[in-house]
C-alpha cells in the first residue's frame, strides 16, 4: 500500500491529506481509514476519480434535513471530482429493506417505485448536481441474473452471518416469521457493489449490516474491496429521536423559508455543533470555527442558532429568501409583529363557525380535536388575540389573520 504514497509529491500529499479530513469529518466510522488514504491518493497520482455509491430504496420520498447529511458527504466527493453513484432500488424495493423493522416490509409495485424515485431525485438535486451523478437502477443487472447465478450469490455469505443482524435476530426470538427473501436483501446491495465496482460506499448508521455486505462480496468475487463511510444518524427538533416525518420532528426542504428559519431556531442548543457539520454545505475550516466559538463560549448560543438557521434556508432557497426569513423571525418573535407576506385563503363557507372547525377546514391542523387541543393550550390567536373559549363561534371575515403556533398564519378572504 505504501508504493502509491512514496511517490506522491509534496503537493499531491497535502491535497490527499486535505481531502482525507474533508470526507472524515463528522463520519461515525471508517472502515477501514487506511485504505481510504491509499484510494485517495490512488486517484490523485493516476488523476482517475474515485466511485462513491449510495443505495436508494424508493420507499418514503419526502425528503427532510435528516436525509441530507449522507447527500452532503456525495457533494463533497464531487466537488472534487469523483463519480457518485446513485442506485435507485428499483429491484430491491420490491422487497424492501428489512432494517430495524419486527416484521416484512410492504413489496412495491413497479408504479410505486417509479414514482417515489422521480420525488426523490428532483428533491436531491437541491443537494447535489445531478449533472454528475450517475443515475442506476440496478433491476437493470438484478433482474438479468440466472437462477444458477443466485445459488452462487448465495453461496458467498452464511446463514449465520445473515442471522447475526438484530432485526432478524429479534424477530425469530419473538417467534416472528423471517422469509427466505428477506435474506437476499443485503445480498443484492451488496452485489450493486460488485457490478459497479465502486470503490467507497455511504450508509447511515442503521445500514451497517447492509453496506459492509458490499465489501464482503466484493472481496469474495476477487475485486478491490469499497470503504465504508458510516453516517450518524440525525436527531429531530425535539433533540431524542431520530428525525423523521411521522414523528413531527423534522425539517422538509421543500418547506418554505419562513417555515425551515423557524424549525430550525427550535432546535436545542447542544445540537447546533452537530446540525452544522452534518447538513450545511459550509468548509470544514468553517464547521471547525463555529465549533470552537461555540465551544468557548465566543458567540451566544441564539446567534449560532440563527446563522445556522440562515444557512439552512439559504442553500435550499437562496440568499435572499435567507435574508427575508431571518427579517420575519426577529419580527415575529422578537418584535412580536406579523409576518409580511401572509398566506391569503378563500373561505367560501359559513360566516359563524367555531375556531376548531375554521382551523381544521384551513388545513391548519389535521383535525377539530387537535384545533381544540391548541386552544386550550393557548396556541391559537385570531388578530393576535388569543383564543380562549374552545367552542365559541366567531364571526369570518375579511382580512381576518389566523395563527397556530408560533409558524402558521393565514389571512382570510371571503368568496
Do not use: C
Amino acid at each position: 500500500m505504501n508504493s502509491i504514497m512514496d511517490q506522491l509529491t509534496e503537493e499531491q500529499r497535502k491535497e490527499m491529506e486535505r481531502q482525507y479530513a474533508v470526507y472524515t469529518h463528522g463520519t461515525s466510522q471508517v472502515i477501514p481509514g487506511d485504505e481510504l488514504k491509499h484510494k485517495i491518493a490512488t486517484s490523485i497520482f493516476k488523476n482517475k476519480p474515485l466511485k462513491v455509491k449510495l443505495g436508494l430504496d424508493p420507499s418514503a420520498p419526502d425528503v427532510h434535513v435528516g436525509h441530507t447529511v449522507v447527500l452532503n458527504k456525495l457533494r463533497q466527493f464531487q466537488e472534487n471530482g469523483h463519480i457518485i453513484q446513485l442506485i435507485i432500488g428499483d429491484f430491491t424495493g420490491k422487497i424492501g429493506d428489512p432494517t430495524g423493522k419486527s416484521t416484512a416490509r410492504v413489496q412495491l409495485t413497479d408504479e410505486e417505485v417509479k414514482r417515489n424515485a422521480g420525488t426523490y431525485l428532483e428533491q436531491f438535486g437541491k443537494v447535489l448536481d445531478q449533472s454528475k451523478v450517475e443515475l442506476h437502477y440496478n433491476a437493470a443487472w438484478l433482474s438479468e441474473l440466472k437462477f444458477e447465478d443466485v445459488i452462487e450469490l448465495a453461496g458467498k455469505i452464511t446463514v449465520a452471518r445473515l442471522l447475526e443482524r438484530d432485526d432478524f435476530e429479534n424477530r425469530m426470538k419473538a417467534n416472528k416469521p423471517v422469509s427466505l427473501h428477506e435474506f437476499f436483501y443485503p445480498l443484492m446491495q451488496g452485489y450493486d457493489s460488485v457490478h459497479l465496482e465502486s470503490d467507497i460506499e455511504l450508509g447511515g448508521n442503521d445500514q451497517y449490516f447492509n453496506v459492509l455486505m458490499g465489501r464482503h462480496l466484493q472481496e469474495q468475487f476477487g475485486k478491490e474491496k469499497q470503504v465504508v463511510l458510516m453516517m450518524p444518524l440525525l436527531e429531530g427538533l425535539d433533540g431524542i429521536e431520530k428525525m423523521s416525518k411521522s414523528k413531527g420532528n423534522y425539517i422538509g426542504i421543500t418547506e418554505k423559508p419562513s417555515e425551515m428559519y423557524g424549525k430550525a431556531m427550535s432546535i436545542p442548543d447542544e445540537l447546533v455543533v452537530k446540525y452544522t457539520e452534518l447538513i450545511t454545505d459550509l468548509s470544514l475550516e468553517e464547521k471547525l470555527t463555529v465549533r470552537k466559538e461555540i465551544e468557548q463560549e465566543e458567540i451566544h448560543p441564539r446567534t449560532a442558532k440563527m446563522n445556522l438557521a440562515k444557512t439552512i434556508v439559504r442553500m435550499f432557497h437562496g440568499e435572499n429568501a435567507s435574508e427575508k426569513a431571518e427579517v420575519e423571525f426577529q419580527q415575529i418573535f422578537q418584535q412580536k409583529q406579523l409576518p409580511t407576506d401572509i398566506e391569503e385563503v378563500i373561505w367560501d363557507g359559513d360566516r359563524m363557525v367555531t375556531v376548531p372547525t375554521l382551523i381544521a377546514k384551513l388545513g391548519m391542523l389535521p383535525s377539530t380535536s387537535e384545533a381544540r387541543r391548541m386552544v386550550k393550550n393557548g396556541g391559537i390567536k385570531l388578530n393576535e388575540v388569543k383564543v380562549t373559549e374552545v367552542n365559541e363561534e366567531i364571526e369570518v371575515k375579511n382580512g381576518l389573520v389566523i395563527q397556530v403556533g408560533k409558524r402558521k398564519f393565514k389571512k382570510i378572504k371571503l368568496a
